[in-house]
């Protein structure tokens, strides 16, 4: 929930899918834009990064 509160994007748990998904995630990107999906991507990663002390 965090991502979706703090990055306003959205993922779906592994585990949702079987046993084999624990500690994955389930993404789906539903947009005609590439570069929205691009930006998505790049708000996640900076969100990762910076949960892991990573950030720039």
């Known amino acids: ?3 979706v509160k703090e ?3 959205a ?3 592994g585990s949702a899918f079987g046993e084999a998904g ?3 995630v ?3 990107f ?3 834009n590439e570069r929205d ?3 998505g ?3 996640m990663a900076d969100y990762i990064l910076r949960v892991l002390g990573k950030s720039k």
Request: avoid cysteine.
């Open 22 to 24: 624990k500690l994955h």
């Open 37 to 39: 999906i691009e930006a």
């Open 7 to 9: 990055a306003h994007v």
């Open 41 to 43: 991507i790049k708000v």
């Open 26 to 28: 389930r993404m789906t």
């Open 30 to 32: 539903a947009r005609e």
């Open 11 to 13: 993922v779906v748990p």
């Open 1 to 3: 929930m965090k991502l």
